[in-house]
Every structure is written in C-alpha cells, then in structure tokens.
C-alpha cells in the first residue's frame, strides 16, 4: 500500500494506492489543513479497510506551493515514513494527481526502508520575516 499526499495548493489531496486507488480524498482544506488532515487520513484507512500498519511505501508532493502546506504535509509524510521504516519519494512539481503517482512509483523502485527526510521546494525564498500590513 503506498499513501499519496500533496498538500502544495488550495486543494489538499490524500490516497491508497495498491494496485490502482483503493481510496481518495480532496477537498478545500484552506486554513484548517492542520486541523483536518489526520482525521481524513484516519476515515481514508477506515474506508479501505486497512490500517496506518498496512502502508508500504510514501509518495508526497515537495512543491512549489504553499509555505504551509508543504510543512504540514512533510512533516507528516517524514514521520510516518521514520516511524514505519518505510521509503518515501518527494517529487517537485507533478502536473496533476496522477503523475505525482507515476513519478512517485518510478522514484519507490528498488526501496524498501526508510532512507532520509524529504524537503520542500517553495519555488522562491519564503516571506516569513516581512512585516504583515496593519489595517
């Protein structure tokens, strides 16, 4: 089982890949992506009938996208993947949910442990330290 993650844009988008989509999920997370995503995992395995325990293999979009958003959904595909001791495949900038799959597969071949963290591509330095407008 190989769980899919891109949490890069507006849409967050979750999956179990076996031998094709056992279950998926997207929706508008916005602001409560950190709030949400665990829960919809958690509903994600329920539905397919398996477990976290089940999970073979990660393959998570690195960006660009949204400072955020990619933190959120790292840090939640590298420590599953240390946790499991299982591989993980970040892939930069997939044209759509299914290639973000390729890739990831093509990238898996061969693995079978974890071998390191993956970290993000925000495509341009992040504006963290910029003061915020006053209204």
């Known amino acids: 089982m190989i769980l899919v993650l891109d949490t890069s844009g507006l849409k967050t988008y979750i999956g ?3 031998d094709g989509w056992i279950a998926k999920e997207e929706w508008d997370a916005g602001h409560s992506l950190s709030s949400e ?3 919809k995992m958690d509903s994600l395995y329920q539905k ?7 999970t073979k293999k990660i393959v998570v979009n690195t960006g660009p996208g949204s400072f955020t958003g990619l933190r ?6 590298n420590a599953l993947a240390y946790a ?3 591989p993980i495949a970040g892939i930069v900038c997939p044209k759509n949910y299914e290639d973000l799959m390729e890739k990831g597969i093509k990238s898996l071949e061969g693995r079978n442990k974890f071998g390191g963290a993956v970290l993000p591509e925000y495509g ?3 504006n963290i330290t910029k003061p915020k407008k006053s209204f």
Do not use: F, H, K, Q
């Open 37 to 39: 995503i665990i829960e």
């Open 84 to 86: 499991l001791n299982i």
């Open 72 to 77: 959120i959904g790292l840090s939640i595909a």
């Open 48 to 54: 397919a009938g398996i477990t976290l325990a089940d």
């Open 16 to 18: 179990l890949w076996g």
């Open 124 to 126: 341009s330095e992040p």
